[in-house]
């Protein structure tokens, strides 16, 4: 493709050549610029007999579009591709939008834009396609086929089979692709591994086409992301590797492509450190191009989250937020206005405040989740945001906020428990079980919370009240029929009672283990703390229990650090119980080593983690290690620096990095042991 037709299909991005300054001849400038002149004229002549002033004005498809269309299509990335066959105007600039949406996962809205240039131009085979796609969220593991398939039906209604073999090969072959993804009668891997090859295909064919490269590359991801996870570890680096090549070539050539960016911050949202620092760059690159997406100003925290860097983490989560809220404002939207986006930043926005101790500011934010989901009436993601919220802000805060309802007291005043958000009742249909990952574990989760605010720190008194152990057990109760049905789905999926699409949802090993770590983590915290409070009996019951679930946490295949998924993550609960038990710990010296080793295991694994630091200064101060406490601690204030000053973890932190006068006396290793014994017992 020479570059005149590359500049007719795209607007922007493109870097300029960097051409040499030619040294040019008194004459040939001469000559140069009489030519100029008559083509001027010539230009000027054309112009005005054959441009009216109105339809030369109607020649960029923006003016076709109102109100907050306008500022979406100017504020969601330079590019705009004309690929389609079309002549409508108003059509290709609802399908550009549709497109631009649609790479940044705005899709409720995408659809929407897509339908209406179908509306205005009803055989543009390309908006079909766009639509389609919108029903498939590779990233999110979600799909809806049968919407899919019925948009392709439309289109084959809509588009005489002339018109369609009419269509250019760019057109044809995105129909290919797309109907390949959507096939019937094929597996979910045979489905997403066709798509992504012809994809591919149409990528390299087309080299001006940054979106069909967005698009490849986000196959790539989707491959890597699906659902039970079909690649070898040796197929996944190089799906990895390629999806690498791909956008690192088509970001060079499209450095603005909103899409590029987005699915390569991604691309580095990787355990490794050094790799995941690569995200930063695009990750801003990509607020800037797309400044009213939600999305484009979230994604930067996927790796500040990795980093540690938590104000950084609230910043742009904070920006995700408000481009949500502007956009809803201005087209009076409701609260499931760009739901999908925008309290997903809330949420991340509430975890970054907690982890540098800012619990008012996560108490407001999930207030506000609490009013959101209380106007859908607590249902599909609105009731997971506000039960994983409530989680973190329960868990997050060490018990600090004083009971954070659910819902509202009066609900159910007795037992505040969490309604049931997963029908344990039957075997769902496939489309549930599409998604039967997510309410299960946030209402798991939600349910240890609860039972961790009436056992942390309460005397054994308050426990064993009658109302607090009622609570107790009917929560214990639900968690343990919530894994006993994750378990059914899993035999049921391997003895092929269920449908393909949702065996391998059901098959998933690593969801399993996460519900049943929290099983375990739930009754291992009340053995603890009953224990703590006096009742001997538990003592030596809640550490095998901790133990079987760090076996189950350490067999995970990923460490990812998504907050939705890091609630109570095995180390640090383990540590913090091991902190908390230590006053009646028959072996105060072992279990502060662990407890040390725990927290330093949670640090590695997400860097900066509140609690782990804390637990770290905790565990050095009963070793004794008064120097190694300090710094932890002083860690603890510095990312704590905006926090709270009353929160009590700050206030620990703060009065164990006081300037303690004397120097310490050199311990012996003997006089450890008694140094912490007698600390222990203080
Ligand atoms: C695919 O299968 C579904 C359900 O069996 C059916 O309704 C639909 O028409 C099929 N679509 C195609 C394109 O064959
Ligand atoms: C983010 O965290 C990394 C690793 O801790 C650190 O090196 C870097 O300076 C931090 N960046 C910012 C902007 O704070
Ligand atoms: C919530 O429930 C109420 C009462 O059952 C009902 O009137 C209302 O339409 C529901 N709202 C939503 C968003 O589902
Ligand atoms: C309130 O809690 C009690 C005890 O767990 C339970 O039986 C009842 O169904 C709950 N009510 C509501 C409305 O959730
Ligand atoms: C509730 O109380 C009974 C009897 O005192 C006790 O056996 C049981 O372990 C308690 N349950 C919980 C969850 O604390
Ligand atoms: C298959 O799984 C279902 C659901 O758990 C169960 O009811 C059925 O007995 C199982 N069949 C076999 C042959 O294991
Ligand atoms: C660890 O995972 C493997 C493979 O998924 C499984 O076979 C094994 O039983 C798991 N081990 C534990 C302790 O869960």
Redesign the pocket.
Known sequence: MNDSERAGLVSGGLSDGGQKPVKVNKLRGIICWGVFAVILVFLIIMTSVFTEPKSYKAATPVTYLTGEDVVLYNGLGPIKVLVPTTNKLNALANYQLGLQLLQLFWYDLAIQKFQTAQSMDKRLAMAYVGEALAYKQPLWQTEDVAAAQAVLARMDANIPDNYMAALSGRERAYINAVRALYANGTSLQARETTYSTLMQAVANEYQDDPDACAFAALSLLGQLNSVGGYLTPEQAQQVRYNADELLGDCTFYFPNHAGLLHYQVYLYDVDNLEEAAKGVTPGIALGKTAPVSSRAQHMRSHIYMRLGNWSQVVDSNTAAVAASDNYCTAVKGSNTCDADNRWHALEWQMYGQTQMCGVTAATTAYKRMQAVAASQNYTGDYGQWLYRMYAHLQLQSLNSVAAVGLKAASDNATAMLPPPLYMTAAIQNAGDIQDHFWPPHAEAHALLARIYSLVAGRTLTQINSAAANATIAAAQARIDAIVARQNDLTAAAANGTLAVAAAGSAAN?EMT?LLTTVQLQARALVAAYSCVGGDSSKCGVWRPLMDQAL??HN?FSSSSTLPSLKIAPTPEFYGNLLVATLPVASDPFEQATTASRMFSVCLQQLPGRMQCVLGSARAAKALGNTDMAKSWYSQLAAQCRAGDARFPALVEAKANTAPSPPPPKKSSGKGLRRALASSASA
């Open positions: 090993a283990a076996a189950l067999n």
